[in-house]
């Protein structure tokens, strides 16, 4: 049985998630372990599309031709063809106009089934590109407070644990690098630029990114995201 096409554009920004759904262990000092347990990351998609009133009608069609979550259907785009599912139920604004709908829009959430890029092995001399303006730092040694008559107060790490808090924006090129990297390094630590030198972090177990569109082109991104220092 041949299977579909999702053909239907996206308009204006379009988001991308990915997820590695590992697991963190960290012992009574502090010590992080972590344990992987994909081959590769979740990878999802959510945009709105909207048109006049024959388009909506061909978009409810697909989403029921498909079982709604049920069956599986191509959608390709940055010239990259995923095998996705539909995320959730399919709901449509319409417009109405005279008592006769006129336009729609509706938000799509989409679940590709298994990433089809390869990405290179993971290296600790990775740089990560730098974020835009400017970072918050936020360090945590773990103190555990107990209230028991009296307060009482336990160190649980023998060292703190240190977090930057950072937007990064950009052209597409470095969008490209951002994927590649986090696609590369399931917690796998990499280096990033902060106060003029090099420190190893690693990055978060899910990172989103927003794509800024002119018509088809990806022209820029932002991702706001959390990195560990270690």
């Given amino acids: 049985m041949a299977i579909d096409t999702f053909s239907f554009i996206p308009y204006g920004k379009v988001k991308l998630g990915f997820a590695w759904s590992s697991n963190e262990y960290e012992s009574e000092n502090g010590t992080k372990l972590y344990c992987r347990k994909r081959v590769h990351a979740k990878k999802t998609y959510s945009f709105t599309v909207q048109g006049i009133r024959e388009d909506m009608d061909k978009l409810i069609a697909f989403y029921n031709k498909q079982h709604g979550q049920l069956n599986p259907f191509f959608f390709e785009y940055d010239g990259i063809k995923d095998l996705c599912y539909f995320t959730n139920t399919l709901s449509v604004k319409q417009k109405v106009a005279a008592g006769e709908i006129q336009m729609y829009t509706c938000d799509i959430g ?35 407070v107990l209230e028991m008559g009296a307060t009482q107060r336990r160190a649980k790490s023998n060292k703190p644990h240190e977090k930057l808090s950072a937007t990064w924006s950009g052209l597409k090129d470095e969008r490209d690098t951002m994927i590649q990297l986090f696609n590369s390094h399931c917690r796998v630590p990499l280096k990033v630029m902060y106060d003029h030198k090099p420190i190893s972090v690693i990055l978060p177990d899910s990172m989103e990114i927003t794509d800024y569109r002119e018509g088809k082109n990806i022209v820029g991104y932002s991702c706001q995201m959390e990195v560990e220092i270690v």
Avoid at 117 to 141: C, G, K, Q
């Fill in 110 to 144: 989409l679940e590709v089934d298994a990433q089809s890029v390869s990405y290179p092995d993971a290296s600790t001399e990775d740089i990560l590109p730098s974020p835009y303006n400017e970072f918050t730092r936020s360090i945590d040694w773990n103190v555990q």
